[in-house]
């Protein structure tokens, strides 16, 4: 399930229309039309975090399906990772890892050797890697 059925059934589930959404996370109607339909696979800014509020979830469950609807809590990165490899086939494992190498390495080189990133920064890099190293594959 992509996150943007998932983001589509917990709507539903809320028995909410694309309109009720959109007021409720304060989002544009034609984005959250647009992010349903999957024409918009990473949306600007705070968007994803908004629609997780609204829906009573976490940005990793609506990105990933990671822990259980109303767990509003948010996971380190550590145990981000864990559970992806846990809930993923072999195959993919390699690409998780080279993934999210990649995302720490982005996180130095924007905030430095040592720093750390504010909260999700490492966990949206490694999606959106994650994912195009997921289109790539599948061509």
């Known amino acids: 399930m992509t996150w943007q059925e998932?983001?589509?059934?917990?709507?539903?589930?809320?028995?909410?229309?694309?309109?009720?959404?959109?007021?409720?996370?304060?989002?544009?109607?034609?984005?959250l039309y647009k992010i349903e339909k999957g024409l918009i696979e990473n949306p600007r800014g705070d968007t994803l975090g908004k629609l997780a509020q609204a829906l009573g979830v976490n940005e990793q469950f609506l990105r990933f399906g990671l822990h259980g609807v109303g767990d509003a809590t948010y996971l380190d990165d550590a145990q981000i990772l864990a559970e992806l490899e846990e809930n993923t086939s072999q195959t993919d494992l390699d690409?998780?890892?080279?993934?999210?190498?990649?995302?720490?390495?982005?996180?130095?080189?924007?905030?430095?050797?040592?720093?750390?990133?504010?909260t999700n920064?490492?966990?949206?890099m490694f999606a959106r890697i994650y994912q195009e190293m997921l289109k790539r594959n599948e061509h």
Do not use: C, H
């Open 121 to 124: 920064f490492v966990s949206m």
């Open 6 to 31: 998932r983001l589509q059934k917990l709507r539903k589930q809320n028995d909410l229309t694309v309109k009720d959404l959109a007021r409720r996370a304060n989002v544009g109607y034609d984005n």
């Open 95 to 118: 690409l998780i890892d080279s993934a999210w190498k990649q995302a720490l390495e982005i996180e130095t080189q924007v905030y430095g050797p040592g720093s750390k990133a504010p």
